[in-house]
């Protein structure tokens, strides 16, 4: 299969400029009533806007030439194996692999080790996080594996997040519930998701779009356990930072 690199790229572009637009038009706005920032800070500002559009633009387009055609390719070839099961460590692997890329993550954890002055560190948290994203993978091809239910994975973890809420402190819970946004992220949502869907469309008995897609909500799910989990630890080292709790 023959793939141009620069297929479709003028319609990403378009599409990341019409994104982008009404952000930079809230910020003209509040540049002329309220910040009045001076030229070279817009001209910093600028800089940025270009190179959001630039980096948006050129991920995109490589989702489409690249992370997306490949990972449903992989999943094909996974799931076509005589050894399927292997699928169950690979994706823990990839899911792990995967959150260290997310650039969200990164962000979020940096300033969670900024604002708590390193009592949460953000190693701690990238590590935390990982496993979490790795456990959902993981998850997810036994799913498509054996058929099961997605309900039969949210409902309990549900219940088990309520559990948790009630013996964690405010800090923890708010953490967590902001780490399973951040771990749904591009790399997760490109690569691993057309992984699940190649799998899925090559399993015997599967339908991609029954049991190819679910694997999102299974990684916003895992991250908010593995954070409250890692609250309890800290509680029984018997942390002395202070919070709203």
Known sequence: MEIHVFEGFGGVLQEVAVALLPLLIFFGIFQIFMLKLPFKRLQ?????????FLGLSFFLQ?????????????????????????????????GFAATFAEPAVSIMNDEVDEVTGGYIS???????????????????????????????????GYLIVVVLIFLSRDIFIAIAFDSGGVATGPMTVTFISSLAVGVASVTAGRDPLADGFGLIALVALTPIISVLILGLIFNRKGGNRTDES
Do not use: C, D
């Open 122 to 156: 953000a190693r701690l948290m990238l590590y935390t996080l990982s496993v979490g994203v790795g456990f959902s993978i993981a998850l997810s091809m036994l799913r498509i594996l054996t058929g099961i239910s997605l309900w039969y994975f949210l409902i309990p």
């Open 62 to 94: 490589g989702v489409h030439v690249g992370f997306m055609p490949v990972g449903e390719l992989m999943g094909q070839s996974l799931g076509e194996g005589n050894t399927k099961w292997f699928l169950i460590p690979i994706g823990f692997i990839l």
């Open 44 to 52: 910093q500002v600028g800089i940025g806007f270009i190179l959001t």
